[in-house]
């Protein structure tokens, strides 16, 4: 297994991206890492680490990388050396099983579909956030494409089926499209057509339109939407957890008593947050390409990073690929 | 003041809505209520409160009641008879300052449009939900116009910031827009075009677009957003923490440790879930009509409901239609 990863991308890059590989390359002996930037500093980070760099990651230098003020489509022209663009170009070449980063979405994911190409007959591939509830509920799309119509969410449905039905076991994942009322006529004129596909597609288990309230309750495994309600969802998510993590911090520190609370129930405490701790999924697919690919979060940490890299291996071995050229051949 | 209260609509009607009114009417004194509903079940409430009716609330008596499954269209035609249209009919014709409801959504935007009217110039009323952050948000719209153009939005930024600055006393609301990004370029086509008007608009105090995850860290005091958008988001607030709250009640029952930290933290546990409480708020209003209607929560209680009694009473006694009125002929 052989897998390209971005050294360059992300907030926290290269530092905990190298870091991330290392624990990931050290733990896994018969993966192959292709960490693709700047060498020098790469060096420096096993520097930092106190570390030799191991004997299954090779370097691709490049010290040309893709910032998030860049427009998207730079990547395919004069950052066309870029890590992201030659990580790309090991995949569409066969060179990798899999790829890896952390830097811009929309970069990424403009230049996926471009150089990796989508599946025959996928209309838009779409970013497919796990999102840390009870199980996991793959929400796609969730930041690359703003518009969408019916027949692309139709697709998607059929999409993250086959991933979560082969990344996490589930035998008949239940998806739902994400609308302002759980009544059939509810919604935009999209989701509203969208909703007469779904429940006449016989790929798919389709529970219905699933209100933002419950999707902590994981009422499906699956959750289709546009990028724009999708992202707006996710990073609420993200944002109300951090928020009352903040809050609970608060009234932990009120005062000597509120600290002994802490101390009797830090175990639990650290559970909670656990529970909203996406590292060991790492990423979120880019469904409906030919090849994994997978975005990594932007902020993500060494832990994310090895998380990511675990997906790809499961993600590269799965049949999943295959399994949607076949669906959507019907 | 005279207020008319829709006494069939809701979860918890009647009981809850006339309890609600009950405190109302005896804290306010100069308040006259018009309860529409059943008088025998009004009256058959009043005997659990085990209270005789106070002389300022009066009861118009309808039996006919908007049920969530009603279409919206049907206040205006079989319905026009149930205590929405009665109470909106009286609001239009001047017999009462203002019109609470817990019914409906769908019904009583669609009814409020055709019996009460818009503000000329208006081109759709929007319900704005009232976030229960440190600071509260103005969503709007959150539920009743899943598509809508730049020009509304513009407008909605213009009638927002007219309640806020009239019923929070802020004086110059900083307004958002929702988007998936903080870039100008950002979002749908009708965000990147609302984005441009919102800019050039000297009505008011742009501070450009906000990400979900930014929320609750109240950053704007208007957020504008299609309704399709908004009620995922509002929804998605209430859902994560209900489900926070539920967490953290598990987190407390682990074990004796932890009943005992509950119990030196009782107060902060308290506060915080009070932190999320809306009955303050009590209710959405409907933004953009001619007179002051206020959507109480579906699930109301009888704190919601005195709530909206209290914010319908300010909106009645402020100028704010006036004002809107004025900065929309310019």
Not at 132 to 149: C, K, R
Not at 172 to 196: D, I, S
Not at 218 to 231: A, E, I, K, S
């Amino acid at each position: 297994m052989r897998i390209a990863i971005d050294a360059m991308g992300g907030d926290n890059a290269p530092f905990e991206i190298v870091k991330g590989v290392d624990i990931a390359a050290n733990e896994l002996k018969n993966l192959d890492v292709l960490l693709i930037g700047d060498k020098a500093k790469i060096k420096d980070c096993y520097k930092q680490l106190n570390k030799d760099i191991p004997s299954n990651i090779t370097i691709l230098h490049t010290d040309i990388e893709v910032t998030m003020e860049d427009d998207p489509m730079i990547v395919m022209k004069e950052k066309n050396n870029s890590s992201m663009a030659l990580g790309l170009n090991e995949l569409k070449q066969g060179n990798v099983d899999a790829f890896v980063s952390a830097g811009s979405t929309g970069a990424l994911h403009v230049a996926s579909t471009l150089i990796v190409r989508k599946i025959k007959g996928v209309r838009r591939s779409a970013i497919a956030a796990i999102l840390p509830f009870e199980t996991p509920v793959l929400l796609l799309d969730s930041g690359a494409n703003p518009v969408v119509t019916e027949d692309i969410l139709n697709q998607w449905a059929v999409v993250g089926s086959a991933y979560v039905n082969k990344m996490f076991g589930v035998e008949k994942p239940r998806v739902g499209l994400l609308n302002n009322g759980t009544e059939e006529h509810k919604g935009t004129p999209v989701a509203q057509e969208a909703y007469k596909l779904l429940k006449e597609n016989p790929e798919i288990n389709f529970v219905g339109n699933i209100e933002s309230k419950e999707i902590p309750n994981c009422p499906c495994d699956v959750l289709v939407t546009d990028g724009f309600t999708g992202n707006i969802s996710l990073k609420l998510i993200e944002g109300m957890a951090k928020y009352m993590g903040s809050k609970l911090k608060t009234m932990y520190k009120a005062n000597c008593l509120t600290k002994i609370a802490y101390l009797l129930m830090k175990k639990q405490v650290k559970d909670f947050r656990k529970s909203f701790d996406t590292s060991e999924y790492g990423g979120a697919p880019l469904l409906g390409l030919n090849k994994p690919v997978i975005k990594a979060h932007g902020s993500s940490k060494a832990a994310d990073i090895r998380g990511a890299i675990k997906q790809a291996i499961r993600y590269s071995e799965s049949n999943i690929i295959e399994k949607v050229s076949q669906a959507l051949q019907k």
